[in-house]
C-alpha cells in the first residue's frame, strides 16, 4: 500500500458526461501528479500540483482540469467524455524535492469507461 | 526530451529461471531511473529506483543498475517465482519547467511466470 489513495476505483459513463476523480495524497507529500494509462499512449504525465497551486501541464485536454484543495487532496475534471478518454488515470505524490531524486507514490487508478 | 525503450513483451519464463528486462534511455542531464510494477488489476508500485551513476537498485530480489555509459537500466532477478507475473515500466525523471520532475515511462514488459 503506497498511501495515495483513489475514488472511485471504477466509473462507466456515457460519451458528452461530466465526471470528477479524488486523489488523497500520502501523508507529509505536497505534491500530487495526475497520470493517464491508455491503450495506444501508454502511460502519460498530464498536470502537477504542489501545495495547492498548479505548477505543470503535459499532454493535457483542455476538456480536463484539475485541482488540489487545502487539505491536499486533488481532484481531476474530465468533461464532455469520449470514447477515447476510457483510460486508467493515476495519481502520484511525491515529498516535492526540487531535483531528479523525488520518488513520486501512486494510487491504484481510477478505471474510466466512456459508452 | 527525456525518453524510455522497453524491450517487447510478453517475457515468458518457468518458476526459477533466469529474469532480464531490457531498458536503455536518452536523457539530458542526470535522471533518476526507476522500475515500477503493475500487478493484475491493480496500480504502480514503485519497485526499484537508482539516482546515479553505478547505483544498483534492488528490492524483493530483483536489481537494476545505472549504467550512464551504455544508457541502461536492465531489471534482473535471479529465480523468478509465478507471483511475479506482471507488468514491468522503467521511467526516468525529466525536469519540468517548476524544477520538479515528471516521470515518463517507457511502454512496459509483461511477464508471464509459469509453474
Known amino acids: 500500500d503506497s498511501g495515495v489513495t483513489q475514488t472511485p476505483k471504477h466509473l462507466i459513463t456515457a460519451t458528452g458526461q461530466r465526471v470528477t476523480l479524488r486523489c488523497s495524497p500520502r501523508?507529509?507529500?505536497?505534491?500530487v501528479y495526475w497520470y493517464q494509462q491508455s491503450l495506444d499512449q501508454g502511460l502519460q504525465f498530464l498536470i502537477q500540483?504542489?501545495?495547492?497551486?498548479?505548477?505543470a501541464k503535459g499532454n493535457i485536454l483542455e476538456r480536463f482540469s484539475a485541482q488540489q484543495f487545502p487539505d491536499l487532496h486533488s481532484e481531476l475534471n474530465l468533461s464532455s467524455l469520449e470514447l477515447g478518454d476510457s483510460a486508467l488515470y493515476f495519481c502520484?505524490?511525491?515529498?516535492?524535492?526540487?531535483?531528479?531524486?523525488?520518488?513520486?507514490?501512486f494510487g491504484p487508478g481510477t478505471r474510466l469507461t466512456v459508452l | 526530451g527525456n525518453s524510455v525503450t522497453q524491450m517487447e513483451g510478453p517475457v515468458t519464463l518457468s518458476e526459477e529461471a533466469f529474469l532480464t528486462i531490457n531498458c536503455t534511455y536518452t536523457?539530458?542531464?542526470?535522471?533518476?531511473l526507476f522500475w515500477y510494477v503493475q500487478y493484475p488489476g491493480e496500480g504502480l508500485q514503485l519497485l526499484l529506483k537508482?539516482?546515479?551513476?553505478?547505483d544498483k537498485g534492488s528490492n524483493k530480489g530483483f536489481e537494476a543498475t545505472y549504467r550512464k555509459e551504455t544508457t541502461s537500466f536492465h531489471l534482473e532477478k535471479g529465480s523468478v517465482q509465478v507471483s511475479d507475473s506482471a507488468v514491468y515500466f522503467c521511467?526516468?525523471?525529466?525536469?519540468?519547467?517548476?524544477?520538479?520532475?515528471?516521470?515518463?515511462f517507457g511502454t512496459g514488459t509483461r511477464l508471464l511466470v509459469s509453474p
Open positions: 502520484a505524490s511525491s515529498v516535492a524535492l526540487a531535483g531528479p531524486t523525488d520518488t513520486q507514490y
Open positions: 501523508s507529509g507529500d505536497l505534491s
Open positions: 500540483y504542489y501545495n495547492g497551486e498548479e505548477r
Open positions: 536523457a539530458t542531464g542526470y535522471p533518476s
Open positions: 537508482a539516482t546515479k551513476a553505478d
Open positions: 521511467a526516468l525523471s525529466d525536469p519540468l519547467n517548476t524544477g520538479f520532475q515528471k516521470l515518463v
